[in-house]
């Protein structure tokens, strides 16, 4: 066990390691100081294409947790609406069962969430999973993100002669960023495969920061996988688009570091903010890969959750996911 001296100690060299990180990132940070606080709503639509003679519908939804960067207070939720787990990432999963005969195809959540911006730490929040419980479950493969495999030549070159834990995952930080462009044509991308992520040198979050996790991972950093909705930067309400994705690495005696190596690609000027911060932008629905929802899903582990999931005689069913903001003053 460490000593409370050698944390202080470790505590003040990353503390050190981290002000050039900030000092770059100040320009940003005034307009994020504060925060963001909205209303999210998620709603789940069964198409008419389904057939709900046919049998009961499932439906399963993340429920976003607090976790230290965001709180959450539930608004509003389905009547028939039941809660699960935590998992073993301590997600909160969201359950409607509809029935044959139900006229209902809508179902719709409303929380209020508080969220700050990410520097790092560790986490607080209600999920009755350990440190010390996410650290080992963040060192072993997901299925599409081995431990090192395809990415294990350029963490080993990328992090040649460095030792301390955060300087390795700055080395790796740069080099996804270096390595991969944002794009998304074709098929293939958008599965989080660091596979995909190391041939083809391209794709979306999720593909950035698998090649990141088995980087890290493959270093014995723990490493996990972050994924929600984006807001807009403007203020305002509307409908949200697509999903976004991002990472954590962990360093002892500092907690939980983010990285968002895509919206640094995208966004070169915020680099160095990308790399041990994250903005306030953004609302969190799930951790990990490969899960297994309660109650339990009869198909395959799930890649990842933030669109609504459904399964009917045991078959996945298309659902629609829509989301929407509002910002508070």
Not at 231 to 249: D, M, N, V
Not at 289 to 297: A, E, F, N
Not at 304 to 319: C, D, H, I, R, S
């Amino acid at each position: 066990m460490r000593s409370a001296t050698s944390l202080l100690l470790r505590g003040a060299a990353l503390a050190a390691a981290l002000l050039p990180a900030c000092a770059s990132a100040s320009k940003d940070e005034p307009a994020l100081e504060a925060g963001r606080v909205f209303d999210f709503e998620y709603e789940v639509v069964v198409p008419e294409t389904v057939d709900l003679a046919a049998g009961p519908l499932r439906v399963w939804v993340p429920v976003p947790v607090n976790d230290g960067r965001q709180t959450v207070e539930v608004q509003a939720m389905p009547a028939a609406a039941q809660t699960g787990g935590p998992d073993r990432h301590g997600n909160v999963f969201a359950t409607v069962l509809v029935a044959p005969d139900s006229a209902q195809r809508s179902f719709l959540w409303k929380y209020r969430v508080w969220r700050s911006v990410d520097r790092g730490g560790e986490d607080v929040d209600t999920r009755l999973i350990t440190e010390e419980q996410r650290k080992e479950l963040y060192l072993g493969p997901d299925r599409m993100v081995p431990v090192g495999g395809p990415a294990e030549g350029a963490a080993r070159e990328a992090a040649a002669g460095k030792e301390e834990p955060f300087a390795v995952a700055r080395a790796f930080y740069d080099r996804v960023l270096a390595d991969m462009e944002y794009k998304k044509e074709g098929t293939g991308w958008g599965k989080g495969s660091t596979q995909w992520a190391c041939e083809a040198g391209y794709g979306n979050c999720t593909d950035f920061h698998a090649k990141f996790i088995s980087m890290a991972r493959f270093r014995g950093l723990p490493a996990r996988f972050q994924i929600g909705y984006p807001l807009p930067a403007q203020r305002g309400s509307g409908e949200l688009g697509g999903y976004h994705c991002w990472a954590h690495f962990y360093v002892d005696g500092y907690g939980w570091i983010p990285v968002d190596i895509s919206e640094a690609d995208k966004n070169p000027e915020k680099a160095e903010f990308f790399f041990s911060h994250l903005d306030a932008d953004r609302v969190t629905l799930s951790y990990g890969r490969d899960l297994v929802l309660d109650p339990p899903q009869q198909g395959e582990p799930l890649n990842f959750l933030v669109y609504a999931y459904g399964e009917q005689n045991g078959k996945p069913v298309t659902l629609q996911t829509k989301a929407r903001y509002r910002d508070l003053e």
